[in-house]
């Protein structure tokens, strides 16, 4: 089979599981809790509730609404975020873009440290390198995100500067006077990436130091996840005949390691950089809570406080959407990487 | 004749959790230029290990407890790693069990073999990077026309899985005669393939041989293989070499017990003669048996075998270990 | 039969040997054993804690004696209700360990039956399991956890119940490919052919064989179970600041981080250890169990 078959057969089954992910959805947002909150606010007045009733029908039989909900789903017309004081779709448009920046910063962060890491702890087996990097990635997976947050705020944005060394931001997205200065068209809403196409690197500085801690603390735990599954898979590549042939057959170390056991080694991994991402989504709430950080995940959690279950019911049907795609790109990377994948 | 490798005294041990095993126990035998020599001996008798020692391909968990390994004059035990990449490949190379599963599976066949290929220097010298190229697909061709692979082109442009496994091991056995190597180590070649691609592979190797002049040391615990393609044998047992000699002497009168048991296992055409098998298993490596390894399984065990063990004898023109040739005729 | 009768005491003996060369495997290596120092200090604090401490602290509200730093009288301080830190983390074992020992085990028991029979029976059954277990696995797990949290209200029953029904798939997906795996081989075959029912079949023989695997996957769970629970009470999904539970700690004293850090620092602290010797337990068993790992 070729591979675009796989892809479009893969596409069916996300087309299904979006599906059953709209049920869940359906049942905790219509069903579960009250339907009418997400469409009514302080303001709107008494007789015209009747009208919303009506026109979202929550008057008619279940299985009748949950079609209704996914006409609401498609065409966009979510209701209210209370916490947001929006429309929820706009809500999303606003706050959703810095999650993701913030999220991609953390995911190269990952990549970046955890797969060297990896690497160097199966080469040197069971020495200091593989036993600190081991301890390392435990204390990793371990650690609880909110105490790793709070205590890196504490550190550099407080401690550093009461002894008068150089410090970051503690909590925000960006200087807001700094951008009224330089003002940052918004393209595509993320703003680092936005303020440096424009070339405002004034900008692009400025909202890095904010990025900073918040992208370590959410890459943090996920280093270690990645460090640890490099480390096994390399040590079980580097354990194969193919590798043992390889050195029987005079190639260098270098291009045994760099080369042939690399790629073979990087197969899993690669597919849990999709699961890393979907936990990354979920965990900054925590971290965007503990940073002030104007995203999906802070307007989540401000949701969590003042009880607006519409709005992180809208981030979890645009966060499941999103997980299940990426998780399906990595699917079809990975048929790629590997040939002898069957379809 | 001229020698290619000569392994004098050659011991390794490995650290197990059990205690450290005693895979190979002083073993000497040498290999002479283009001849091929078959290293016959039971599972865990230390086939492997030896091929292992010599490539310098051990696991972690071993130890060269002493001796040398020979070859071109100089001590490959004593090579740093870098030298011994050197060796690997270009001088001595090997070819394995299971061709499943020694071709990365992951790569074209074409881009493994090209790697290959770029240990000569003779062809990674070469500045330009066309010539290069072209050199090399030549080369690859050329050595594929050697195993009498079809279609060379389309076998380059595979992957490991799209061949079968006879063709996987002429690819493998291509890609060890391609740099001409002086010694090639095959370890059980065809115990994975079919028995009729057995004999295919085995004929193939014989012919590239020849051609080259290359050295074979054919690891195996099929005599009958060693019978039709081998010019000496060596017969090992529990981490010791038992029985060396021409194919022909040894197969003519088989000296020492563990030798003449196993070539009573044989099925023999010419004769009725009933298969016995030898009774009894291989001795433990952690601890093992004083005196002689065998004792316990020879049917000519004498009191002497149960406390000191025996020292290699020349005897009737070939090498073996064993008491029974001791008293008679003294000592080497 | 005695022939039988002597060959598995033979084999029973050995899988003796081969279980104390294990647990002496285990027990050299220190970090494990250190981990399950950890985790036996904490599961002792959990069940005589409340005999140490006044188990009234978390009621013992007083207001002049807030944010207290340190000291002989109160050795982590004391919280913005004036409690004692020291009383109240040792308090909060008992939560943070029965929810992760109780998710784990709750999820694994639900996770194993629907799986193996979900694997054994196969078909319309089969499919159906496995395609909730899909819809479920499309939603982070934190996310569809906090969800469920914020659906069902806050307390910790359904911080419990949240995380259950978050963690039952990845264990039901894993014992749906042992049995899987199982049930392929030959002696499942023979015994079905023994005349055995289909039940029994299923937990006389698969069962035991798909069953350590299973335990190294619990056990590497429970530390991060413990996080997610700490993570969800940090953003308020936990139980009430009367139920010392350590992300609940955590939570309280966050707005307070620059003023009184040990409000954070001594529960926060208190999480990553009791998860650190989950973890390193947890490693610990997988390295003896999984023979290819052991060298």
């Not at chain 3, 009470?233 to 350590?246: C, R």
Request: glycine share 8%; charged share 20%; hydrophobic share 45%.
């Amino acid at each position: 089979m070729k591979i675009y078959e796989y892809a479009i057969r893969r596409i069916f089954l996300l087309i299904f599981v979006i599906f059953g992910v709209t049920i869940i959805t359906f049942i905790f947002t219509r069903v579960l809790l009250n339907p009418l909150a997400a469409y009514i606010t302080d303001k709107t007045p008494p007789d015209a509730v009747i009208a919303i009733i009506q026109a979202h029908g929550f008057d008619r039989p279940i299985y009748e609404q949950y079609f209704i909900y996914l006409k609401d789903l498609v065409t966009l017309d979510w209701g209210w975020s209370n916490v947001g004081h929006m429309a929820l779709t706009d809500a999303i448009r606003t706050f959703f873009p810095a999650t993701v920046e913030l999220t991609i910063l953390a995911i190269i962060i990952t990549v970046l440290i955890g797969v060297p890491l990896g690497i160097i702890s199966a080469l040197k087996n069971n020495k200091w390198q593989d036993h600190a990097s081991r301890i390392f990635s435990l204390v990793g997976i371990s650690i609880p995100v909110f105490w790793l947050g709070l205590s890196l705020q504490y550190a550099f944005t407080y401690w550093t500067r009461s002894i008068g060394l150089p410090f970051l931001p503690s909590t925000g997205r960006v200087d807001p006077l700094l951008l009224i200065q330089n003002p940052v068209q918004g393209w595509t809403g993320m703003l680092m990436l936005d303020s440096f196409l424009q070339g405002n690197f004034v900008i692009t500085l400025d909202v890095f130091k904010h990025l900073i801690l918040p992208a370590i603390t959410l890459a943090f735990l996920n280093v270690g996840i990645l460090t640890r599954l490099t480390r096994s898979s390399m040590l079980e590549v580097i354990r194969q005949d193919y590798i043992t042939m390889a050195k029987a057959y005079g190639l260098p170390r270098r291009v045994i390691i760099y080369k042939y056991a690399l790629k073979n080694a990087m197969i899993p991994v690669i597919t849990s950089v999709g699961l890393i991402f979907g936990g990354m989504l979920g965990g900054a709430i925590i971290t965007e809570s503990i940073f002030s950080y104007p995203g999906m995940g802070w307007l989540s959690y401000r949701a969590i406080v003042f009880n607006d279950s519409n709005t992180i019911l809208a981030y979890v049907v645009v966060v499941a959407i999103i997980f299940v795609s990426v998780n399906l790109l990595v699917d079809i990377i990975y048929a790629w990487l590997d040939p002898r994948i069957k379809y | 004749m001229e020698k290619v490798l000569e392994v004098k005294d050659l011991s390794v041990q490995f650290k197990t959790y059990r205690g450290i095993v005693k895979a190979l126990n002083g073993i000497s035998f040498d290999v002479l230029k283009g001849e091929m020599l078959g290293l016959a001996g039971e599972t865990g008798s230390g086939k492997s290990v030896t091929s292992q020692a010599i490539m310098r391909t051990l696991p972690e968990n071993s130890k060269i407890a002493g001796g040398s390994v020979l070859f071109e004059g100089k001590d490959l035990l004593k090579l740093t790693e870098k030298d011994i990449e050197m060796v690997r490949g270009r001088s001595i190379t090997a070819v394995f069990q299971d061709p499943h599963t020694y071709l990365n599976p992951v790569f074209r066949i074409g881009q493994q073999f090209k790697d290959i290929l770029l240990n000569d220097p003779a062809i990674s010298s070469i500045k330009d990077k066309k010539k290069r190229e072209a050199t090399i697909n030549e080369k690859m061709t050329q050595s594929f026309r050697d195993v009498k692979m079809p279609s060379p082109e389309r076998i380059i442009r595979s992957y490991p899985h799209e061949l079968s496994g006879g063709m996987k091991q002429r690819v493998l056995i291509a890609m060890a005669f391609s740099l001409k190597p002086s010694l090639i180590i095959a370890d059980e070649p065809t115990t994975a393939l079919d028995v009729t691609i057995q004999a295919q592979v085995l004929r193939l190797m014989r012919e590239l041989q020849k051609k080259y002049h290359t050295s074979v040391v054919l690891i195996t615990h099929d005599l009958g293989v060693i019978a039709e393609n081998c010019d000496r044998i060596a017969i090992m047992y529990a981490g010791r070499i038992v029985e060396f000699g021409d194919v022909k002497t040894v197969y003519a009168k088989p000296l020492h017990p563990y030798t003449q048991g196993l070539m009573r296992a044989l099925p023999r055409a010419d004769k009725d003669a009933q298969i016995e098998s030898i009774g009894g298993t291989v001795p433990d490596l952690v601890n093992p048996p004083k005196g002689c390894t065998f004792h316990e399984r020879c049917r000519n065990v004498m009191d002497v075998c149960k406390t000191s063990p025996p020292s290699p004898l020349f005897h009737e023109g070939r090498i073996v270990e064993c008491h029974l040739y001791n008293e008679p005729l003294g000592g080497s | 039969m005695t022939s039988t009768n002597r060959n598995s005491s033979r084999t029973g003996s050995l899988k003796y040997k081969e279980f104390r060369y294990s647990l002496h495997l285990l027990f050299s290596n220190k970090l494990v054993v250190f981990g399950m120092c950890i985790v036996l200090f904490f599961s002792t604090l959990a069940i005589i804690g409340p005999l140490l401490v006044d188990p009234n602290e978390p009621m013992n509200v007083n207001f002049k004696n807030d944010l207290l730093p340190p000291s002989w009288e109160h050795p982590f301080g004391t919280d913005d209700l004036g409690r004692d830190v020291f009383k109240l983390v040792i308090l909060g074992a008992r939560y943070d360990l029965s929810i992760s020992l109780l998710v784990v085990a709750i999820a694994a028991i639900v996770g194993i039956f629907v799986g193996a029979v979900s694997g054994y029976v196969g078909g319309k059954v089969d499919e159906l399991f496995m395609r909730i277990v899909d819809i479920l696995f499309a939603f982070p797990g934190l996310i569809l956890a906090m969800a469920i949290s914020m659906v069902l209200g806050r307390s910790f029953l359904n911080l419990f119940l949240s995380l259950v029904l978050v963690w039952w798939t990845s264990y039901a997906r894993f014992m749906r490919g042992q049995v899987l795996a199982e049930r392929e081989k030959l002696y499942v075959k023979a015994s079905k052919s023994l005349g055995l029912s289909n039940f029994r079949t299923l937990f006389r023989h698969v069962l035991p064989n798909a069953v350590f695997p299973m335990i190294i996957l619990a056990t590497m769970d429970i530390g991060s179970v413990m996080l997610s629970a700490a993570g969800l009470s940090f953003i308020g999904l936990g139980p009430s600041p009367f139920e010392p539970e350590w992300g609940t700690l955590v939570n309280r004293g966050a707005p307070y981080l620059f003023m009184a850090p040990w409000l954070i620092s001594i529960p926060g602290v208190t999480i990553l250890l009791a998860s650190l010797g989950f973890n390193l337990m947890g490693d610990g068993i997988r390295d003896v169990l999984d023979p290819r790992l052991r060298r």
